[in-house]
């Protein structure tokens, strides 16, 4: 079948959104982001909603759940997290979405999703959910009979290439209109589909959460992209229905979009125009983890560009990472990195100005041979979101709302140094070898005992000067700043 494609000019769609969009492309040199996010990865509901005081006392302020919708679930699914035989269930089965209720067997039930979100309240932390609109289940027959008939019948669910895999994702009309990994391709862009899925947001709203990470966002059409014309679609519209912008069949979001936080995964690519998603949400900085990951391998910072953030969009509005679930559990990208490394990398990340951190959590038990550790679906991941040098960093960002950062980079590359303004600074060593420290600061003359080890350093005429122990971060703090 061949495809028709109708394009709208860039330059229309800015007028069209003039006055309306956010400006996420604008750097404000005078923005802070507080924000820390937990990605308790696999965690079920009952596990998040148990270890909340611990999420809280570790100075997170989000919760990222994995995808609540009804998924694929093949008899005898939902235990291991893993599972070469295929048998006791995988993780990204909860990927593959067979209907937009509440409710699967690896996150748990509408009521334990409910009393999670209880205890989400109580310690006042933002619970954000995983959602993914692209696409349905692999096998076309579990999705269900709701479902399809919500949408207008199955005929009607996806586009009219959905079913052909993408073979050039540098292509936008495969990109966006074909299977990516072989998923059969929503039609995002018919009413009925936007309407029940605009239910499902608004009933998750209800329900307390306070917002979303959109999974393979960068699927899914802008206005400059090829419209599938053959399915009867006139424009790529499904960003402004869920963002609130326009409504639809009577539907509409059922909160101010700008009191939610959103974030798309456009994983950044030749010919993705993150211009224009910047207009709808925050995004991924998946080069910039990239980035970091390199560091961390090399042990060195030497001829690489950690200060900057890889991406054309404004850093403040970035979702920023060490590494991702995709990174670790897919491709296995990270998975190789010592949860040492990870942890210098997350202190240096999330002691810095901008964007917004995500810490991936690893599953229990997890080792450098062993990447799914007790391989138990739905069971609390590793420790290391509670250790505390990780929880001393995320109160340290919030501590540091208002002040600007400084990035120093120490002459063998080893140590990295982010101060802000004159009340904070963050040391990070991220080598095997102590290391001494002779970098400038902005912290005033004095000495500063860490917040997490006691150890002291000292600043004269503003060089900071010390010794740091091999792959540790310290957080030096001015006398009038205390961490809560």
């Not at 696999?42 to 990222?64: L, R």
């Not at 035989?85 to 993780?91: C, H, R």
């Not at 949400?281 to 042990?299: D, F, I, P």
């Not at 600061?441 to 005992?449: H, Q």
Request: aromatic content about 10%; charged content about 25%.
């Amino acid at each position: 079948m061949t495809l028709k494609t109708a394009l709208l000019s860039t330059g229309a769609f800015l007028c069209v959104l003039s006055g309306t969009a956010k400006d996420r492309m604008t750097v404000d040199p005078n923005a802070t982001n507080t924000e820390t996010i937990l990605h308790a990865w696999s965690w079920n509901f009952p596990e998040i909603g148990k270890n909340m005081k611990a999420i809280a006392d570790a100075g997170f302020t989000m919760v990222q759940t994995s995808p609540v919708q009804h998924c694929y679930e093949p008899e005898g699914s939902g235990k291991k997290i893993f599972d070469d035989d295929v048998t006791e269930g995988n993780w990204y089965y909860y990927y593959q979405p067979t209907d937009w209720k509440v409710g699967n067997n690896i996150v748990g039930t509408r009521e334990q999703m409910k009393a999670m979100m209880d205890s989400a309240a109580k310690y006042n932390i933002k619970v954000i959910v995983d959602v993914l609109p692209n696409h349905t289940a692999f096998d076309v027959d579990a999705v269900s009979d709701d479902f399809y008939n919500a949408v207008g019948g199955r005929d009607k669910m996806f586009h009219s290439g959905g079913l052909n895999p993408i073979n050039n994702y540098g292509d936008r009309e495969q990109c966006t209109l074909w299977a990516m990994g072989g998923l059969p391709d929503v039609n995002t862009e018919n009413k009925d589909f936007q309407k029940y899925y605009l239910e499902f947001v608004n009933d998750l709203l209800g329900m307390g959460v306070k917002g979303f990470r959109y999974d393979t966002a960068k699927h899914i059409g802008v206005h400059s992209d090829p419209v599938d014309t053959e399915a009867g679609v006139k424009e790529n519209d499904f960003w402004d229905v869920v963002t609130g912008r326009k409504s639809v069949k009577g539907v509409k979001l059922a909160m101010p979009y700008d009191s939610l936080f959103v974030y798309g995964e456009v994983l950044q690519d030749k010919g993705v125009p993150e211009d224009e998603y910047a207009d709808y949400m925050g995004q991924t900085a998946s080069g910039y983890g990239h980035v970091l990951r390199e560091m961390l391998e090399k042990r060195n910072a030497q001829g690489l560009d950690v200060k900057g953030f890889h991406h054309q969009a404004s850093p403040e509005y970035l979702t920023t990472w060490v590494e991702s679930h995709d990174t670790y559990a897919n491709a296995h990208e990270s998975a190789h990195l010592t949860d040492e490394q990870i942890r210098q990398g997350w202190v240096y990340l999330t002691a810095r100005q901008y964007g917004t951190p995500l810490f991936f959590s690893r599953p229990a038990g997890s080792t450098r041979k062993n990447y799914w550790g007790n391989n138990v679906l739905g069971a609390r991941g590793n420790d290391e979101f509670m250790h505390p040098e990780v929880a001393a960093v995320n109160k340290f960002r919030m501590a540091m709302n208002g002040q600007k950062e400084t990035v120093e980079i120490g002459d063998n590359g080893q140590v990295l140094l982010v101060n802000r303004g004159k009340k904070g600074a963050a040391l990070v060593n991220i080598s095997q070898s102590a290391n001494k420290v002779n970098l400038p600061t902005t912290l005033p003359d004095g000495t500063y005992k860490d917040a997490v080890y006691g150890k002291e350093f000292k600043v004269k005429k503003g060089i900071l000067t010390g010794i740091v122990a091999p792959e540790r971060s310290y957080i030096l703090l001015a006398k009038n700043v205390k961490l809560k």
